[in-house]
């Protein structure tokens, strides 16, 4: 799209240009009969002006301009010939003309003196010449005739113009259309404000609404309400200099259905690399968002089957762990603790699950209030500190702080950070959990010093079922839904993940929420 964008500017320039040289050839050959009447002048002085004006104009002038006899020998060759051809005025004047002209193109000659002939002015005639060094380039032609003062057509004046970048930007353009058009994915360019400016024909498809009814509309016409904040959130992302990929949401079409879109998001820069607008390209992923949805409902299933005896064996573990303790028993104290921790950790699997499910079925809810956001932090915290000997969990600067949010959903966020720190920083370290108050809200991170995530993963880091590809914690189980069910709860809390990470020196992960 931006391709295409920067095309049509170029086409533009030389539409603009070819007004000029209309203006050059009107200007030259009103010149050309005032000197061809110059005999009647006495005034000499006049004659020279008129002369001096004429040579300068030719001379000047970024189009090759020639003439020639009435048998193609060249007479005048400006500099701009010399430019565009390779060849001088010394190696050209008295030569024949055809020496530029491809051999297929000669009988072109004959043609342009009979129509000159005839009285006719040959404008924008379009067609190949050749080089000095052997390159065919494209021109336009203006070919006037050259009269004495009896009116005889004594010889020609050619201005040429070289529009081989405006041939070759035309055939990218016509390319780049036609692959637009052919495309099975929607492809849109809209400007910085959200006004379409381009809609092919899969987005008609795709979305219901023709290229008449959406060009100079907002975008906003596919966004489904709850969804409309995104559209500020890309923005930005861009202006950042991000490309967003494979971005997967809901868009509406013109019949009120909801459709599962993925897009991919790239900026349209203008000559000077400033932002203009955006162009996406949307397929529609519903059928494989259901056959998602079918994989997630039997998760969901099992899932749930497996919580009743994974909830009653915790329960036994706990007991006998407790009689283990009230007898001083280390062995069975340290057994029991173990299979505590993996029970735990499963139970904790299967709640992502379930949540995961809920997600995807749109059943999410949030039961949003005030709370003190540290005594959550510090359970939490504690928690995750039982479950690592080699890492220490410190908190910093969240006391005194109360949120309005979904005080169990925020905890599942938490839980999640801190058990990704953990797990991607296979050497143990010092993990920090802090707050950073804002201006009506608060920025709450997770930092580790682990070992990084790559700028490439970074970018697909959120997306459901991605994980990271890293020889160092190629053994690290997980399914890559964790970091999914962070950003989304926080989309549902108007807030999103966010992440600062460098390979080999840890990451940062951070969001903010309001606070009362």
Request: glycine fraction near 6%; proline fraction near 3%; aromatic fraction near 6%.
């Amino acid at each position: 799209m931006e391709d295409l964008t920067q095309l049509k500017e170029k086409l533009a320039q030389h539409e603009q240009r070819e007004r000029e040289l209309e203006f050059r050839v009107k200007e030259l050959t009103d010149l050309n009969m005032e000197l061809a009447h110059s005999l009647d002048i006495t005034d000499i002085e006049q004659i020279q002006e008129r002369s001096a004006r004429l040579a300068a104009i030719v001379d000047s002038s970024d189009d090759a301009i020639v003439s020639k006899t009435m048998e193609g020998i060249v007479a005048t060759w400006n500099k701009a010939a010399e430019t565009i051809f390779g060849y001088t005025a010394e190696e050209m004047i008295g030569q024949s003309i055809l020496k530029i002209i491809p051999p297929d193109r000669h009988q072109e000659e004959p043609t342009i003196l009979s129509r000159l002939r005839s009285g006719q002015k040959i404008e924008h005639f379009e067609t190949n010449r050749l080089t000095k060094d052997g390159r065919l380039i494209d021109v336009s032609l203006t070919i006037s005739p050259i009269r004495d003062v009896q009116n005889r057509v004594i010889g020609v004046s050619k201005i040429a113009r070289d529009i081989t970048d405006r041939k070759q930007a035309e055939e990218k353009s016509a390319k780049l259309a036609a692959i637009i058009d052919s495309s099975d994915d929607a492809i849109i360019s809209k400007t910085l404000e959200s006004i379409v400016t381009s809609w092919n024909d899969s987005a008609m498809r795709t979305f219901g609404y023709t290229a008449e009814e959406m060009i100079g509309e907002s975008i906003l016409k596919l966004i489904p309400p709850d969804r409309q904040q995104e559209e500020p959130q890309i923005l930005a992302r861009l202006r950042n200099g991000e490309r967003v990929e494979h971005f997967e949401t809901k868009r509406l079409t013109k019949d009120n259905r909801l459709l599962d879109v993925s897009l991919s998001i790239s900026p349209v820069k203008d000559k000077q690399g400033k932002i203009i607008g955006l162009s996406k390209i949307a397929r529609d992923i519903t059928d494989k968002k259901q056959e998602e949805l079918r994989k997630n409902d039997f998760i969901a299933m099992v899932s749930h089957e497996l919580k009743t005896p994974l909830t009653s064996m915790r329960s036994y573990v706990q007991v006998l762990l407790a009689k283990a303790k009230k007898d001083g028993d280390s062995f069975t104290i340290n057994a029991l603790t173990r299979a505590d921790v993996q029970t735990k950790k499963m139970t904790a699997m299967i709640q992502d699950f379930l949540s995961l499910a809920k997600l995807e079925e749109g059943k999410i809810s949030l039961s949003k209030a005030p709370f003190e956001l540290n005594p959550l932090i510090e359970e939490i915290a504690g928690d995750a500190q039982y479950l690592t000997s080699t890492h220490t969990v410190q908190l910093k600067d969240c006391k005194e702080i109360t949120v309005n949010a979904d005080k169990d959903k925020i905890g599942q966020v938490l839980i999640n950070l801190l058990s990704n720190a953990i797990k991607y920083s296979p050497k143990g370290g010092l993990i920090t959990i802090g707050c950073e108050k804002q201006a009506g809200k608060v920025k709450v991170y997770v930092r580790d010093e682990g070992v990084g995530i790559n700028p490439v993963d970074q970018k697909r880091l959120f997306e459901r079922f991605y994980r990271v590809r890293n020889e160092k914690i190629k053994t690290v189980s997980g399914f890559g839904i964790g970091l999914y069910l962070v950003s989304e709860i926080l989309r549902y809390h108007n807030s999103q993940i966010e992440v600062e990470s460098k390979e080999g020196f840890g990451s940062t992960f951070y969001f903010t929420l309001d606070t009362q």
